[in-house]
């Protein structure tokens, strides 16, 4: 069984900036694939940021690129979500995820999440 413990959600001024971080227990966490997803009220769920087991190859859905940068330490067993230039429409639980591949969308593990509130 894999936990997996988000951190560093908060509420932030529009434009402002936030660095998440998620640390999973286990000894297998640098051969895996980790996501960042979010929910909004009222949404599904969707995705975020991938990133690939060595960190060299990474994937982000459309309205964050230029954004958020995600990035993972296997030494400490943590991949983080640095988010710049937050919007109010970045509003949402955010929850870390272990996938089975890097552009695929099938989680094995979910966080429990973390709240980010942009205001204007």
């Known amino acids: 069984q894999v936990q997996l413990v988000e951190s560093g959600g908060g509420l932030v001024q529009v434009g402002g900036s936030l660095r998440l971080s998620c640390t999973a227990s286990g000894r297998a966490f640098g051969t895996y694939a980790m996501a960042w997803f979010r929910q909004a009220p009222g949404k599904d769920r969707e995705f975020v940021a991938s990133?690939?087991?060595?960190?060299?190859?990474?994937s982000y859905e459309e309205s964050v690129k230029g954004r958020f940068t995600i990035s993972r330490d296997n030494a400490k067993n943590t991949v983080y979500l640095q988010m710049n230039g937050l919007k109010p429409e970045d509003t949402a639980i955010y929850y870390c995820?272990?996938?089975?591949?890097?552009?695929?969308?099938?989680?094995?593990?979910w966080g429990q999440g973390t709240q980010v509130t942009v205001s204007s």
């Open positions: 990133i690939g087991w060595s960190g060299s190859s990474t």
């Open positions: 995820a272990r996938v089975r591949t890097l552009y695929g969308r099938s989680v094995d593990y």
